[in-house]
């Protein structure tokens, strides 16, 4: 238990279909991540949020929503997905602020486009 | 921004041999480096870090090195055991304030032969 939950755990959608990717972690964190992971590649951040602000981008494309609700909480929101899409991604939070920047990930969601 | 190479991709010992995993780094910036664990179809897992003000930590078995001259650093498991065997990353950032992303290697397949 690494106290940042992620559901679901496997999602299989169509490139016409609507999903989100929840993510609540449990430790009092006030910065939230998301990463992708394909196969071959390294880990690429996607999107960071310091307290429920978003302060990286990093050129995702649009389809790609994210959302940050509170301190607690990041979604990831999902639409007309392509199959180049299907990975694996995490979530991740860290404590923020100078030395405070260990970064604990969840167990992930795997993602499949079809 | 940063950019971090990580070698071998792929590592097979002996149990009970010593394995050492080497990253290195271009941003002379960066002053944190961690390493991640990834068993097969779970997130990433902290194992040990580093902060560019040491040049050695350990833990038990695992212990990390750093040479800030030559943007390098390297992980060291010794008396590995088949529990070592995993996907291990380094990574890297500048822990300057505020929320950072990390930026990882691509991994080393660890394997230990029985």
């Known amino acids: 238990e690494t106290g940042v939950t992620q559901t679901p755990r496997h999602l299989v959608m169509g490139m016409t279909n609507k999903k989100s990717l929840k993510c609540e972690q449990h430790?009092?964190?006030?910065?939230m991540y998301w990463y992708k992971q394909s196969a071959k590649k390294p880990l690429e951040l996607m999107f960071v949020?310091?307290?429920?602000?978003?302060?990286e981008n990093n050129s995702v494309p649009s389809r790609f929503s994210p959302e940050c609700p509170n301190s607690s909480h990041l979604f990831l929101h999902l639409h007309t997905l392509q199959p180049e899409d299907s990975a694996l991604y995490l979530c991740?939070?860290?404590?923020?602020?100078?030395?405070?920047?260990?970064?604990?990930f969840g167990e992930g969601s795997w993602l499949t486009v079809v | 921004g940063e950019n971090v190479e990580q070698h071998p991709s792929t590592l097979s010992v002996q149990e009970g041999d010593s394995a050492v995993i080497k990253c290195t780094y271009s941003?002379?910036?960066?002053?944190?480096f961690p390493w991640y664990k990834q068993e097969l179809g779970k997130g990433p897992q902290l194992i040990i870090d580093?902060?560019?003000?040491?040049g050695e930590k350990k833990d038990q078995r695992i212990a990390v090195t750093l040479n800030k001259t030559a943007k390098h650093f390297s992980l060291h498991i010794t008396e590995t055991q088949p529990e070592d065997s995993a996907v291990y990353f380094c990574?890297?950032?500048?822990?300057?304030?505020?929320?950072?992303?990390?930026?990882f290697g691509k991994g080393t397949h660890l394997i230990i032969q029985p």
């Open positions: 991740a939070s860290s404590p923020g602020g100078l030395n405070g920047n260990t970064i604990y």
């Open positions: 430790l009092g964190h006030n910065a």
């Open positions: 949020y310091s307290l429920e602000e978003r302060v």
């Open positions: 941003d002379s910036a960066s002053n944190y």
């Open positions: 580093i902060r560019s003000n040491v």
């Open positions: 990574a890297a950032m500048y822990s300057g304030g505020g929320a950072d992303g990390l930026t």
